[in-house]
């Protein structure tokens, strides 16, 4: 059935995982917190609210259904939070979203993890990427791929102005992340 986000948003807690695997309804928030898998599974191509994750991983599972799972302009806030990305095995995956904030500033560090499917792409195409300014994360955000034999993972930003704004980001623990150009 339906999901629907209610009136003022709908919340999740717990260390417990819930999979949500079929639409997503309403323009509100989404706010998972605990430690804890939220997992997107349904067709959400008509959800416009956003998700605000503290603690515990959101995961975007393509795998059976390769189709959006967020909002073309949803906010992503991650707070000590990983985001995963599973991308479908009978083709590439692209999923648009507003923009990612990372917020570190008493929480901690947050990772988004692009694990594209064999031989197939993965991209994550946000119109921006922040990192909360009073962060005290030593790396606020890292951003890694999981090579799952042959695929391209890749996360782009049409806004290449906010994207990293206040440093502290990195790519695959290792390298320090930039923007390239723009």
């Known amino acids: 059935g339906t999901f629907n986000a209610g009136v003022n ?3 999740f807690g717990g260390r417990g995982d819930l999979i949500v695997a079929g639409p997503i309804t309403n323009s509100q928030t989404i706010r998972k917190t605990g430690a804890g898998t939220l997992a997107i599974k349904g067709d959400n191509t008509l959800f416009t609210g956003a998700f605000t994750t503290y603690l515990g991983s959101l995961a975007l599972d393509y795998t059976a259904q390769n ?3 967020i909002g073309t302009n ?3 806030t991650l707070m000590n939070t990983s985001l995963r990305l599973l991308g479908n095995a009978g083709a590439s995956t692209l999923q648009t979203c507003g923009t990612i904030k ?3 500033a008493s929480c901690g560090a947050n990772r988004i993890s692009l694990e594209p499917a ?4 993965l991209t994550l195409a946000a119109q921006g990427i922040t990192l909360d300014n009073s962060s005290t994360a030593r790396h606020a955000l890292d951003v890694v791929t999981v090579n799952n034999g042959g695929g391209i993972a890749t996360l782009t930003t049409t806004n290449a102005n906010g994207m990293l704004a206040g440093g502290g980001a990195t790519w695959n623990q290792s390298t320090w992340a930039k923007v ?3």
């Open 118 to 121: 064999a031989g197939q792409n």
């Open 67 to 69: 189709n959006s799972k």
């Open 180 to 182: 390239v150009s723009g």
């Open 9 to 11: 948003g709908t919340a």
């Open 102 to 104: 990372a917020s570190g």
């Open 74 to 76: 949803a906010l992503l």
